[in-house]
Structures are given as structure tokens and as C-alpha cells.
């Protein structure tokens, strides 16, 4: 069997998930903000987005995780297991190549996935955003589970770090 017929046949049967086929790398500015997403066209998130409010030097990382931690909702909040509302503290780990950041962030109950989406904030410069922006490699990390992006194209992530700073 040849590999295009059987992969497109794959693709046909649903091996392949229709939304992982459209993700891709996109940069788009909205007014006063941009946003590096690797995601579905048109969406401003997806497996892991970036944005900033242009010239803030400041960055918000998100990306998704399957560990639900909401377990119930009241009114319009979720609530953990112990009863505390979203959002919830945590570690995350941001990498690029070589270089790792410990950071504070949030986790956030995602009600379309039933899972959740960690969000954590930093400010522009450092080792880690500067690997970023020469290899377009990052990567970032909470309750055990770590993104898997392709690298990003160069000349997007140079649009977004340039309009980020001030």
C-alpha cells in the first residue's frame, strides 16, 4: 500500500482529529494587542498562544492541559475539589532550547474540553524569550503535562516580540 492513499484513507476513517489538521502558526494583531497562536485559523487560542498589549513588554503564555481541576460550577464559577474558585495557582515551566523559567500562574477551568488551561504572565527579555525568538522552539509545562508545538516560523515570532516592546 502506498503512504498517500493510506494516510489519506487514515484521515478519512477520523485517525486523524479534523481540528489537529488545521493547527498552524499564526500571528495577528487586534487593536492595541497581538497574539502568536499555534492553533485553528481565525481563533486567537489553540494548543499554545501567546499575547501581549503592544508595547506593554509583557507576555501572557497559555496553553491547554487535560487535568480537569474544575469539578463544579456555581453560578458562573468553578470550584476545585476543595472548594476553592477558578482560577487556581500553579507551576509553570517555560523552555526554549536550553534555557527554563519557573513562573506563577493560573489554571483555568475549559468548559468546551472539559479540562483546563494554565495562563501565566512575564515580562519581556531573558534567556528563555530570547532562545524563542532565534529557534522558534518553546515549550511550557504544568501537573506533569508539557506542550508539543512545532517550532515557530522565525519571522512571526519576530513580528510578535517587536510588537510587544515598547
Known amino acids: 500500500m502506498k503512504a498517500l492513499p493510506f494516510l ?3 484521515a478519512v476513517l477520523g485517525a486523524f482529529p479534523a481540528q489537529a489538521q ?3 502558526w499564526r500571528f495577528r494583531t487586534s487593536p492595541g494587542h497581538s497574539h502568536l497562536v499555534y492553533g485553528p485559523e481565525g481563533s486567537d487560542v ?3 498562544w501567546f499575547r501581549c498589549r503592544d508595547a506593554s513588554s509583557r507576555i501572557v503564555v497559555a496553553f491547554n492541559v487535560e487535568r480537569r481541576i474544575g469539578v ?3 453560578g458562573t464559577t468553578y470550584y476545585d475539589e476543595a472548594g476553592r474558585p477558578a482560577p487556581w495557582p500553579v507551576r509553570v ?3 526554549s532550547g536550553q534555557h527554563r523559567a519557573a513562573l506563577s500562574g493560573q489554571a483555568h477551568h475549559d468548559e468546551a474540553r472539559e479540562a483546563s488551561f494554565i495562563t ?3 515580562p519581556m527579555g531573558g534567556p528563555v ?3 524563542f525568538g532565534r529557534s522558534g522552539e518553546f515549550s511550557a509545562s504544568a501537573f506533569g503535562e508539557t506542550t508539543s508545538t512545532p517550532r515557530a516560523p522565525a519571522e512571526l515570532v519576530r513580528q510578535f516580540l517587536e ?3 515598547p
Open 72 to 74: 463544579e460550577l456555581r
Open 22 to 24: 488545521d493547527l498552524d
Open 46 to 48: 489553540g494548543d499554545l
Open 120 to 122: 501565566a504572565d512575564f
Open 129 to 131: 524569550l530570547s532562545a
Open 8 to 10: 489519506a484513507a487514515l
Open 93 to 95: 515551566t517555560v523552555a
Open 163 to 165: 510588537a510587544c516592546q
